[in-house]
């Protein structure tokens, strides 16, 4: 350390606790709740930016021992009310013992209760990022110079100054100035702050090209006035029911904001066929997709900086992933030849363009969109080899990202092989009687007894099981803050809930291995679970108590047949690669996306999603198109492997696979019709297998699902 330099001041890391969601994590002293909450990705409503104007982001701090957590938290565990809480007369009042979670500041390990009033109760789009160790090697840079006062003599025009004050004063070379940048040139020199040789500070936007950071041009994109100190970037992952972003700070590497929207493209199709096949049959259906996803980039952009304090017109670099018809649409390309075989991409390469080219509220920034693999493997199954990396690695990876369309990349740093199979949307809750998104309310964790057959079930929004005390009057508490109100009790089952109450049927013996639900018993405690459903069976689930508002849960045999008909084309396709590949056996298993986050593997593994391996070794990678999508944004090298391992991964298409049918059917099966299951075997009593092929599969149902549609007339 330099003499006469104070040593840094090191803020204390603090435990905090928000309750009901059971999130915690460590952050640093004087942080406010509402950002605690956003660090640890906990529903906590506010809209005016931490202001203190809303009255959305009330909280309450919960005071006592708490040994399930190792808290002993006192009254000064958030810092008392200021000025801004005394003067607050919103429309919700500050009821006695809540603060404003913008407000409050964490000073001691705390506790704090997130009431009903105070969560969003919109879909639960759990999309957080975490890039581990990278080298920051950002493409777009920031540049305080001097601008000399303008003289009679001088020859050179204005941007041509501005690049050799940055030569001068950064030893920065540039090729030179994007035409964009100069409409607003001399206004903003002559805006910037006054330093003491009659000059003016201004800041340079620079954008840089080029792989290798020796070889790289910059072009200056944008002059500010005074001094800029963040560069800002937003990673965007297009996905078909959600559209997840993530601000950055491109020097930093600090993540300072995240968020996700709905896909306003549902209302037009659930999932990526049904959306082709609205461009096939409506004129000017490609142009109405294009404007939805775009207005979403847009909004959510704009939601980014504003979380974060922050102007649009600040973001220099948009990164965009998602699958292909996603990324053709965003870019106005007609993505109905990727609608049937033989799937050709308009390319396959990255794409650099403008943000305004894409109707974004960012005039200086420049949008890179990553490559596709295949025709239905895109940039977000890039991205998220890129964060998995198991290109670096000799461990045999199979990487898993399970949506209405299932991306599978299986190998190591010896090849990989990918494919993605047509799971369909019934994993999100979709085509499922009493499926649902995840919001609150949804069934997502399940345990049936096999000797009563009596369930047990956990829904979002509650850490209690419902056979816990206290677990109906929790569900049953209504929300209503300003116009906002949501249903009460358990309302549906989500995506991982539907996983683990099939694997639990056939673990407790109501579904037989080839998915059949077993007739009830004459009598005794099972004769209630399983209910006449026309010529089928349906087993209740979960029944609201007497008195009490909800629907009756209930898994009928359609339901148990649509998850059959998805992971049988998921693990067929898990199969072929494995095929072709010439692997046995994965070494390890990875699960990426929102929804994989939240299966359980041993669950997973019992319905045959996956196929047989060691339980351990099969771990959620959570958000991993995101988290490689900031990756690629804050490191070109980064960018450069991703480009650089896309060209490497082979492509099988499931679609054209004669192979692909056969492994199918014999998929179907609970857990696998043909292959054994030792390892899942030691974990788990499973049934002994008694079919081969489900028998009471209707002649149409052994189709698996397919991308092939028929195109309708044109209007």
Same mark, same amino acid.
């Given at each position: ?10 803020v ?25 909450a ?7 409503d506010?809209?005016c930016?931490?202001?203190g ?6 909280v309450?701090?919960?005071?006592g021992t ?7 938290a006192?009254?000064d565990?958030?810092s ?8 607050y007369?919103?429309r919700?009042p ?9 407000q409050a ?23 957080t ?18 601008v ?7 020859r050179?025009?204005l941007?041509?100054v501005i ?9 920065v ?5 994007l ?24 800041t ?6 080029g ?24 990673a ?13 700070d ?13 896909n306003?493209?549902?209302r037009l ?8 096949s ?5 004129s000017g259906?490609a ?33 965009l ?5 996603m990324?053709h649409i ?6 109905t ?23 974004l509220?960012?005039?200086s ?12 493997v ?9 964060a998995?990396?198991p290109h ?20 190591? !740093? +010896?090849? $990989?092989w ?6 369909? %949307?019934?994993? =999100? *809750? #979709?085509?499922? &009687? ?9 069934i997502e ?23 816990e005390p ?10 209503a803050?300003?116009t906002?109100s ?21 673990? !407790? +013996?109501? $579904? ?7 007739? %009830?018993?004459? =009598? *005794? #405690?099972?004769? &209630?679970?399983v209910?006449s ?30 998850i ?10 898990i ?8 692997i ?8 990426a996306g ?15 999603l996956?196929?047989?391996?060691? %339980? ?9 198109a ?5 990756r ?6 980064q960018?450069?492997e991703?480009?650089q391992?896309?060209?490497s ?11 692909f ?7 179907m ?11 899942l ?16 599969v ?7 699902p397919?991308r ?8």
């Amino acid at each position: 350390m330099p003499p006469g330099t104070l040593p840094p001041v090191e803020v204390p890391e603090l435990r905090v606790v928000f309750t009901p969601a059971g999130r915690t994590g460590a952050v640093s002293e004087g942080t406010t709740v509402l950002d605690a909450a956003r660090q640890l990705g906990v529903d906590l409503d506010s809209v005016c930016g931490g202001r203190g104007i809303c009255g959305r982001c009330q909280v309450t701090p919960s005071l006592g021992t708490f040994d399930k957590w190792a808290i002993t938290a006192g009254t000064d565990a958030l810092s008392p009310p200021g000025a801004t809480e005394a003067a607050y007369s919103g429309r919700r009042p500050l009821d006695a013992g809540s603060r404003l979670g913008c407000q409050a500041r964490i000073r001691a390990d705390v506790v704090v209760d997130v009431p009903p009033d105070s969560q969003l109760h919109g879909p639960v789009v759990r999309k957080t990022v975490d890039v581990g160790d990278i080298a920051l090697d950002p493409l777009a840079t920031l540049h305080v110079v001097t601008v000399p006062p303008p003289t009679l003599d001088e020859r050179r025009g204005l941007a041509q100054v501005i690049i050799d004050c940055v030569a001068d004063e950064w030893d920065v070379h540039l090729a030179g100035i994007l035409p964009e940048a100069l409409a607003g040139l001399h206004a903003s020199v002559a805006a910037g702050s006054p330093d003491d040789a009659d000059g003016r500070l201004v800041t340079v936007a620079v954008r840089w090209s080029g792989s290798e950071p020796r070889e790289r041009t910059g072009m200056v994109t944008a002059v500010w006035p005074g001094v800029v100190t963040a560069a800002l970037g937003v990673a965007i992952d297009i996905g078909s029911t959600t559209i997840a972003g993530h601000l950055t700070d491109l020097h930093s590497g600090d993540v300072l904001a995240s968020a996700g929207r709905m896909n306003p493209q549902i209302r037009l199709g659930e999932d990526l066929m049904s959306r082709v096949s609205y461009v096939m049959m409506n004129s000017g259906g490609a142009r109405e997709l294009t404007a939805l996803v775009r207005d979403c980039l847009a909004t959510l952009i704009t939601e980014l900086c504003f979380d974060a304090g922050a102007e649009p017109g600040a973001v220099l670099e948009v990164m965009l992933v998602g699958n292909p018809i996603m990324i053709h649409i965003a870019l106005g390309i007609d993505p109905t030849p990727l609608g049937q075989a033989p799937f050709t991409l308009a390319t396959d390469a990255a794409i650099e363009l403008d943000g305004p080219n894409m109707d974004l509220p960012c005039p200086s920034a420049r949008v890179y969109v990553g490559p596709a693999i295949a025709g239905h493997v895109g940039a977000d199954t890039a991205a998220a080899v890129l964060a998995g990396g198991p290109h670096r690695d000799d461990a045999v990876t199979l990487l898993v990202d399970v949506g209405t369309n299932a991306e599978i990349v299986l190998g190591s !740093a +010896g090849g $990989l092989w990918a494919a993605s199979s047509p799971t369909g %949307p019934a994993f =999100e *809750g #979709a085509q499922i &009687s009493c499926g649902q998104r995840a919001t609150s309310g949804a069934i997502e964790r399940v345990r049936i007894d096999p000797v009563t057959w009596a369930p047990r079930v956990r829904v979002i929004g509650c850490d209690l099981w419902s056979d816990e005390p206290g677990f109906a009057e929790a569900v049953e508490r209504r929300v209503a803050a300003g116009t906002r109100s949501a249903a009460a009790g358990v309302t549906g089952i989500c995506g991982s809930g539907i996983i683990e109450v099939i694997a639990e049927m056939y673990l !407790a +013996g109501v $579904l037989s291995s080839d998915g059949v639900i077993a007739a %009830p018993p004459g =009598e *005794g #405690a099972r004769a &209630s679970r399983v209910i006449s459903d026309g010529r089928t069976w349906s087993y209740v689930l979960y029944e609201p108590p007497e008195g009490a508002d909800g629907p009756t849960i209930t898994v009928t045999q359609n339901d148990v047949r649509a998850i059959q008909l998805a992971k049988a084309a998921l693990r067929a396709g898990i199969d072929l690669l494995r095929e072709h590949a010439g692997i046995e056996a994965p070494d390890r298993v990875q699960l990426a996306g929102a929804f994989g986050a939240h299966i359980d593997p041993v669950r997973a593994m019992v319905l045959g999603l996956i196929g047989d391996c060691e %339980p351990d070794e099969v771990r959620s990678v959570g958000n991993a198109a995101g988290t490689g999508a900031v990756r690629a944004l804050l490191s070109g090298s980064q960018r450069a492997e991703m480009e650089q391992v896309v060209r490497s991964i082979r492509k099988i298409e499931t679609a054209t696979e004669p192979r692909f049918q056969e492994l199918f059917v014999a998929a179907m099966a609970l857990p696998h019709a043909t292959a054994a299951n030792p390892l899942l075997a030691a974990v788990v009593d499973l049934p002994e297998r008694d079919g081969i092929v489900p028998t009471g599969v209707g002649p149409g149902e052994m189709q698996p699902p397919t991308r092939r549609r028929r195109a309708g007339r044109r209007r």
